[in-house]
């Protein structure tokens, strides 16, 4: 399985368990140093930039964003 299959397999969890796995997630984030959290946050955003400038994922506004935040907190 690649990380777009895993993505596409939690996103389609319900928003609780989503939740819970995010939480899991960021507290594992604990153990790694300060140096390697910087390095593969700049790993990171350098994909994300990469993605985006190749045109492979499209940007959303701010206000879309904000409702969609709003309509699943509802």
Request: net charge negative; glycine share 4%.
């Given at each position: ?16 368990d989503r939740a819970a796995l995010a939480q899991r997630l960021l507290l ?43 309509a699943l907190l509802k």
């Amino acid at each position: 399985m690649n990380l777009a299959q895993l993505e596409a397999e939690i996103f389609s969890l319900p928003l609780q368990d989503r939740a819970a796995l995010a939480q899991r997630l960021l507290l594992s984030l604990e153990e790694v140093s300060e140096a390697d959290f910087e390095r593969l946050w700049g790993e990171e955003s350098a994909r994300r930039v990469a993605d985006f400038d190749s045109g492979k994922v499209q940007s959303i506004s701010g206000k879309v964003v904000a409702e969609k935040a709003r309509a699943l907190l509802k």
